[in-house]
Nanobody
Framework: QVQLVESGGRLVQAGDSLRLSCAAS????????MGWFRQVPGKEREFVAA????????LYNDSVKGRFTIFRENGKNTVYLQMNSLKPEDTAIYYC????????????????WGQGTQVTVSS
């Protein structure tokens, strides 16, 4: 069982940077693929980025590639999402998720979810 707690979301202006954190419980954090997703009311949950625990390889949604960076500190059981050059369309609730198999962009393939943190980007 893994429990995930996100933090760092807040109101920012377009062009600003923001770092989200996701703290995980458990002693086998490095075994999990960690993902970030986001959701806007009335829309489906959207894949943002994911990172493997074994080799740190990453995958990004094209809409955030070059602006967002996912990284993890296995010793701290924490995964981060560094968001630069934020745009109003990045406004959403951001969720952290974990799964034990390979990287996936599909929300239903993740076993564990955090409660979400709100990011609002004003124009």
């Amino acid at each position: 069982q893994v429990q995930l707690v996100e933090s760092g979301g807040r109101l920012v202006q377009a062009g600003d940077s923001l770092r989200l954190s996701c703290a995980a419980s458990g002693r086998t954090f490095s075994n999990y693929v960690m993902g970030w997703f986001r959701q806007v009311p009335g829309k489906e949950r959207e894949f943002v980025a994911a990172i493997r625990g074994s080799d740190g390889s990453t995958l990004y949604n094209d809409s955030v590639k070059g602006r967002f960076t996912i990284f993890r500190e296995n010793g701290k059981n924490t995964v981060y999402l560094q968001m630069n050059s934020l745009k109003p369309e990045d406004t959403a609730i951001y969720y952290c998720a974990a799964r034990t198999l390979g990287v996936s962009t599909t929300p239903s393939q993740y076993n564990y979810w955090g409660q979400g943190t709100q990011v609002t980007v004003s124009s």
